[in-house]
């Protein structure tokens, strides 16, 4: 099982540019979701998503889009990109929380975004 | 609003003696606490939870206390090692209604144990 990965591992994007993060899941986990981590701000949610289909905002969501069109997938988009969204990305998965008596979120191992 | 906060940016301890991470929330919903282990260039592990019903939890070296009155909960390393040389972020989460599991992060200590 390869976890939870993250696609790519570094980017560098010019003000103004676009891209797309990939997360995937081997873990036929029901609930993705997308945080970032800044400098003496921990991670802070971003998006999430309950199911196929489904996303809902979270805590900094703006500037930020998602689509989960598979179950195993959670991408976050940024349409145009500005020096504020320069940052560490997690993406984590976790079963329905509390079915399997944990709430514990798997994480993958970042993506680390600089904007110029 | 920092729901969640650990007061200690840092932390530095001898190998073989007690690190003792500490975490406060001002969120009152919140009945579920996490402690993840991070390494630079990783994402966080999870290492450690309890639940509101218990005010103690214990895994090997590691125990986690939490003081529902004082809305403060603490992570015990015993005996602490080189390897546990990390970034640790308390987590808490609301799990009931339409919180949907989700996670609040404090801003995490950085733990150094010397050999």
């Known amino acids: 099982n390869a976890g939870v990965t993250q696609t790519p591992k570094f980017r560098v994007l010019k003000t103004g540019q676009s891209m797309t993060l990939l997360c995937a899941q081997d873990?036929?986990?029901?609930?993705m979701y997308w945080y970032r981590q800044d400098p003496g701000m921990g991670l802070r949610l971003i998006h999430y998503?309950?199911?196929?289909?489904?996303?809902a905002k979270g805590e900094v969501p703006d500037g930020y889009n998602v689509s989960r069109l598979k179950k195993q997938n959670f991408l976050l988009g940024l349409e145009s990109a500005a020096p504020s969204q320069t940052s560490v990305y997690f993406c984590?998965?976790?079963?329905?929380?509390?079915?399997?008596?944990?709430?514990?979120?798997?994480f993958g191992p970042g993506t680390r975004l600089t904007v110029l | 609003d920092q729901q969640v906060k650990q007061n200690s940016p840092s932390l530095s301890v001898q190998e073989g003696r007690i690190s003792i991470l500490n975490c406060d929330y001002t969120n009152s919903m919140f009945d579920y606490f996490l402690w993840y282990k991070k390494y630079p260039a990783e994402g966080p592990t999870f290492l450690i939870s309890i639940s509101s019903i218990k005010d103690k939890n214990e895994d090997g070296r590691f125990t986690v206390f939490l003081n529902k009155s004082a809305k403060h909960l603490s992570l015990h390393i015993v005996p602490s090692q080189p390897g546990d040389s990390a970034v640790y972020f308390c987590?808490?989460?609301?799990?009931?209604?339409?919180?949907?599991?989700?996670?609040?992060f404090g801003q995490g200590t950085i733990l150094t144990v010397h050999p």
């Open positions: 998503s309950v199911g196929e289909g489904t996303t």
């Open positions: 987590a808490a989460s609301a799990t009931g209604g339409t919180s949907y599991g989700k996670l609040t």
């Open positions: 984590a998965s976790s079963f329905i929380p509390l079915l399997k008596g944990t709430n514990e979120q798997f």
């Open positions: 873990m036929n986990h029901e609930y």
